[in-house]
């Protein structure tokens, strides 16, 4: 701890005792005895080389050092207690815990989740978001949404996307054929196994080396650099949806190549212990296939 930091037991002492001019009164709050109390804020007063308060026949007094002091240390009190709440506090009794590919969050999940939270009984959900495929860890998230082909040791997953891969540009791009790929960087997200060299293949291009490019980590960030004119993205149907209705980005080609990589609901193996989490699954594997393109 910092040198001048004194011991948090000595400030819940001296904050109970100050707020009610009592070290009997601070005692039965704290579960301690009188004497604790009074040890710990004689301490607190021997740290700061100050006296707290002015001990009175009838009663306790603060002095004009322990007045100042009081707001001071109730408000860091306050502080670390709702950071812990925001952090640890009531996970399971609570808020469904939902980790997430933040890409797939921004594009797919978000528009959807208001159905999920708005219909009766009244529903929360705590939604973290994740760049890469970490491990599932059932004492810190209920559910994950993950990517790949849906097969993770000790999980159960359920497919929610049938992704479909096509290159998207700015609209101002000056691309007529596939072959004038080569006259553009190629953006590439990192952890996709199936990417530009699967489409060049089915396409039939020549000429394109389909490891050149930028690498990012994010498909929000390769779509944000494709709209400035930054390079050729591609896309992946479940999160270009949402740019190509905006018109942020085009699709120059209309060959869309089906993959087998794709987005997936996973739980433990024997099933979430979040009382919500069956509600959850069945709301979004339902949407999940009501968003299914046509065959």
Not at 49 to 63: A, I, S, Y
Not at 168 to 191: M, N, S, T, W, Y
Not at 257 to 280: C, K, N, Q, T
Request: hydrophobic share 45%; glycine share 8%; charged share 20%.
């Amino acid at each position: 701890m910092p040198p001048d930091l004194p011991p948090l037991t000595w400030l819940r002492a001296f904050e109970a005792a100050a707020r009610t001019l009592s070290f009997t009164h601070a005692a039965a709050e704290l579960h301690l005895t009188q004497a604790a109390i009074s040890k710990h804020v004689k301490a607190l007063e021997q740290h700061l080389r100050q006296p707290l308060f002015l001990r009175r026949p009838r009663g306790l007094e603060l002095t004009k050092s322990g007045a100042a002091y009081l707001p001071k240390v109730q408000d860091a009190l306050e502080r670390l207690a709702i950071g812990t709440r925001e952090v640890f506090g009531q996970r399971r009794t609570q808020a469904l815990t939902v980790r997430c590919a933040v890409s797939f969050a921004v594009n797919w999940l978000m528009p959807r989740l208001p159905a999920y939270l708005d219909a009766p009984p009244g529903r929360s959900v705590r939604v973290l978001s994740s760049v890469w495929n970490e491990p599932f860890d059932a004492e810190d998230i209920d559910l994950d949404i993950k990517y790949g082909t849906g097969h993770w040791p000790g999980c159960n997953s359920h497919r929610l996307t049938w992704e479909t891969i096509t290159p998207l540009c700015a609209p101002g791009c000056k691309i007529a054929a596939p072959e004038d790929l080569r006259q553009h960087r190629l953006l590439h997200v990192l952890g996709y196994h199936e990417g530009w060299g699967i489409w060049l293949k089915t396409a039939g291009v020549h000429g394109v080396d389909a490891g050149s490019g930028l690498h990012l980590d994010t498909s929000l960030a390769a779509f944000e650099l494709a709209a400035q004119g930054g390079g050729v993205a591609l896309g992946r149907a479940s999160l270009a949806a949402h740019a190509l209705a905006s018109g942020r980005l085009i699709a120059p080609f209309a060959r869309a190549v089906p993959i087998d990589e794709a987005f997936y609901l996973v739980e433990p193996a024997g099933g979430s212990r979040h009382p919500d989490a069956a509600a959850f699954i069945d709301w979004l594997t339902a949407t999940a296939r009501k968003a299914r393109p046509p065959r």
